[in-house]
């Protein structure tokens, strides 16, 4: 197994505004940093040319470690273009991604090239070999988080150079001394070991079923707990978990029994730990007492150390019903506005304005799944609305793994985001909630949907009191209760308005007063509620 990378040829025919730790000081110091979009740009030109600048690979050490804070804060800042957003990305956003992997990728290279040093005998660098390999982890991940931010397949390259950096730090027996890093400044102790452990536990948490919030926040707690992780060359003895696999000559995260280049990480004492702290949040105690984060509130924290629990150490979350390979299509629409259109076969409009459908108009979008007639497509092609066509990659009693080419017209999906589904055979439209979505092979985007039980009744919905005397009506739903699955009656109303006990207004045929009791599950663009009668 080789640890060679595939870096860069050094020259002078382009020397960087610096080439020196003094006066990269100095360029620092004079350069518009505040502006994040204009400080990424200056960086990566500078990045870029000082990996194919030849200079004392100490030096180089030293002006990396200068760039590394102002890089980071222009990188973290310009991730809020595409951190979160639907897919497929809109241009902008899908440049601001660009842009940032890019830089990293420019970091990663200059501290491969002081690696490599390391690995040829540099003897200035030699003592430094574990925060180098720290570094290059460092972002390595960086870029990894990035990549999940904005749901996407990670390169099999990037696991690759990740296992040879590790291998790398292993024949210069750097991987357990302990580095110092500014980027973690709640948990700044860290380690070679740690870094790698963090990196592949990241990818180990089911990314893609996280919202960009859920995701920092596993990324805060890995800061804690990679130093709970043992790598080992030999299987545990008697582990409490069964151990993460890797073979340091593949370009995948995890491994099978035949690898060439075998190591085990021992993630008992980070069961341990993980585990201790669900118990005490249970019995009440705050998760920033449990040192989770001020941020972190009940119950989502919970729900969130459940899920990382069960993917770190129980082999990931078990399925309450079978998947099968699926087969044909199934009809998805996108949007709130767009949803109420075709399930309720009209055109939303204000309560006592009217605007009904003829019998033959309701046929047409129950047989079709559009309405022929002139005034609603054109009201329909206005407002962007479709019926989207999708394939059915697998499928289970509660919902799909659907896949569309990103060549085919269609909506942004986003994980958490409300949607409507019409499987092949199905006589109407179900509500759903893709629950996550992600770009793979290139060319196709994918998603996860959970369908919610019941026949949905297409609602409007306003406050009440005082302050909403003007307010308009809003598009909404109501399902019923299936006691079979523990599914009480509830209300889809748009993000933001659950408050428990709060009273709004429901024109289905007749204006009722209905009260808020319970948020039984929350999306980026919908709530879906328990109520009373009011």
Same mark, same amino acid.
């Given at each position: ?8 040829? $050094? ?18 110091? =004079? ?47 310009? +991730? ?27 970091? *990663? ?9 390391? &690995? ?46 590790? &291998?790398?730090? @292993? ?9 110092? %890093? ?26 893609? !079923?996280?919202? =960009? ?33 890797? %073979? ?48 972190? #509130?009940?119950?989502?924290? !919970? ?57 033959? *108009? ?34 289970? +009693? ?20 409300? #949607? ?9 439209? &179900? ?12 060319? !196709?985007?994918? +998603? ?20 909403? /005397?003007? @307010? ?16 009480? @009656?509830?209300?889809?109303?748009? +993000? ?6 709060? /009273?709004?207004?429901?024109? @289905? ?16 663009? $919908?709530?879906?509620?328990? $109520?009373?009668?009011?």
């Amino acid at each position: 197994m080789t640890t060679a990378f595939d870096l860069p040829a $050094f020259g002078s025919e382009q020397p960087p505004a610096f080439d020196s730790a003094r006066a990269c000081r100095d360029w620092l110091s =004079a350069q518009p940093l505040a502006n994040p979009a204009q400080a990424q740009t200056l960086l990566l030109r500078q990045a870029n040319l000082l990996n194919r600048f030849a200079m004392a690979p100490a030096e180089r050490l030293k002006i990396l470690e200068l760039l590394r804070d102002p890089i980071a804060f222009a990188q973290t800042e310009s +991730a809020r273009k595409f951190a979160g957003r639907p897919l497929p990305l809109a241009p902008p956003e899908q440049a601001g991604m660009d842009a940032n992997r890019t830089l990293w990728q420019a970091v *990663q290279t200059g501290y491969l090239h002081c690696l490599t040093a390391c &690995l040829e005998g540099s003897v200035e660098l030699r003592p430094h070999a574990a925060l180098i390999a720290q570094r290059a982890l460092g972002s390595l991940r960086a870029e990894l988080l990035d990549i999940y931010r904005a749901p996407t397949d990670p390169p099999a390259q990037l696991w690759q150079t990740l296992h040879r950096v590790f &291998l790398a730090a @292993e024949k210069l027996q750097a991987l357990a001394q302990p580095v110092n %890093d500014s980027l973690q400044p709640e948990h700044p102790a860290s380690s070679v070991v740690a870094a790698y452990a963090q990196t592949l536990l990241l990818h180990r948490a089911s990314p893609y !079923e996280l919202s =960009a919030r859920q995701l920092m926040q596993v990324e805060r707690w890995l800061h804690r707990w990679g130093s709970k992780v043992a790598v080992l060359n030999a299987p545990p003895v008697e582990p409490r978990v069964p151990p993460l696999l890797v %073979d340091l000559s593949a370009d995948t995260p995890e491994s099978g029994m035949d690898g060439a280049q075998l190591r085990w990480l021992d993630l008992s004492e980070l069961s341990r730990s993980v585990k201790r702290r669900i118990v005490h949040l249970q019995r009440g105690e705050s998760p920033a007492s449990l040192g989770l984060g001020e941020d972190c #509130v009940q119950p989502g924290c !919970e729900n969130l150390l459940k899920h990382v629990y069960q993917q770190w150490c129980k082999g990931g979350a078990a399925r309450l019903h079978p998947r099968h390979t699926g087969n044909g299509t199934c009809r998805l629409v996108t949007g709130l506005d767009a949803i109420h259109y075709y399930l309720s076969g009209k055109i939303f409009s204000q309560p006592g304005q009217g605007n009904a459908l003829s019998k033959a *108009q309701a046929d047409e979008i129950a047989t079709f799944g559009r309405i022929a007639t002139r005034h609603e497509d054109d009201f329909s092609q206005m407002h962007g609305f479709m019926i989207e066509e999708w394939r059915v990659l697998d499928e289970s +009693a509660t919902g799909f793994r659907l896949t569309r080419p990103l060549a085919q017209a269609g909506g942004r999906v986003g994980g958490g985001q409300m #949607v409507a589904v019409m499987p092949t055979g199905s006589r109407g439209f &179900l509500l759903a909630v893709a629950r996550w979505s992600r770009l793979t092979g290139g060319s !196709e985007l994918q +998603a996860g949907i959970q369908i919610m039980p019941g026949n949905p009744t297409c609602v409007a919905l306003r406050g009440t009191g005082m302050t909403a /005397i003007n @307010e308009k009506y809003r598009p909404g739903f109501t399902l019923p209760a299936v006691p079979a699955l523990k599914f009480p @009656e509830s209300v889809i109303v748009p +993000a933001g308005w659950f408050r428990s006990g709060r /009273i709004i207004e429901l024109y @289905e045929q007749s204006s009722r007063q209905i009260r808020l009791t319970q948020q039984l599950d929350r999306g980026s663009d $919908f709530e879906r509620c328990a $109520f009373d009668k009011s």
